[in-house]
């Protein structure tokens, strides 16, 4: 991974990584992969020093970069007893997400509604080499059908309710994880069982919504 200097180093990741677990994120698997990416490069160099706080950073056209503790916290949910296995991630945004995914299992598909944030993203991953992941643009409401099911689907953007395309596309056994709401937001888990689509929410949180078509 691109070590970077100073606010950007190695050992600033570190720190972040300490701060998340001392906020209350467990799993050991989770935590390495947090260090292990560079939130730097996914993010305006302008904002480079910031890169490592606890908060969401705007991209540009309206979107933002999760914060570290809630990317760790949403993808510790769906990681907790089992592998990610087959994983799909809806809104890319700029990739940081993803790669993170792409640490933790061998086969990632992420779609992205917002070409220029697509290609970005693609620039971003090919600089860490996680050739695995394959990004699609593509309006996220609808899933990947091409390549369901999924073990594991994860959405960075918010909506009222779960868009069916994607229970559809969730395997048996697998797990959702979503911010739900709309002013008022949740994370919401999502698991396919025997006796069907069981939910439990967790924290509160904020996300942009998730929105139809491309641009």
């Not at 730097?40 to 890169?51: D, K, V, Y």
């Not at 990610?84 to 598909?109: D, H, N, P, R, W």
Request: proline share 5%; charged share 20%; glycine share 8%.
């Amino acid at each position: 991974m691109l070590a970077g200097i100073g606010m950007t180093s190695q050992r600033t990741r570190a720190r972040m990584v300490e701060r998340l677990r001392e906020q209350g994120i467990r799993d050991d698997r989770v935590l390495h992969a947090m260090g292990q990416v560079p939130r730097h490069i996914f993010i305006e160099q302008a904002l480079a020093n910031r890169a490592y706080d606890d908060t969401a950073l705007p991209l540009g056209f309206g979107q933002t970069i999760s914060q570290p503790y809630v990317v760790a916290k949403m993808i510790e949910i769906l990681i907790e007893g089992r592998e990610l296995g087959k994983t799909l991630e809806i809104g890319a945004g700029c990739g940081y997400q993803a790669a993170i995914l792409g640490v933790l299992s061998k086969q990632v598909f992420a779609v992205e509604r917002i070409a220029p944030l697509l290609d970005r993203a693609r620039e971003n991953l090919r600089q860490l080499k996680l050739s695995h992941i394959r990004l699609k643009h593509a309006d996220g409401n609808l899933g990947l059908r091409e390549a369901a099911p999924f073990d594991t689907i994860i959405l960075a953007a918010a909506t009222r309710q779960t868009p069916q395309a994607l229970l559809a596309q969730l395997a048996p056994g697998g797990r959702l994880v979503m911010p739900l709401g709309s002013t008022e937001q949740v994370i919401n888990l999502i698991e396919h069982t025997e006796r069907g689509f069981v939910e439990t929410q967790f924290d509160a949180v904020r996300f942009v919504p998730l929105l139809p078509g491309v641009e």
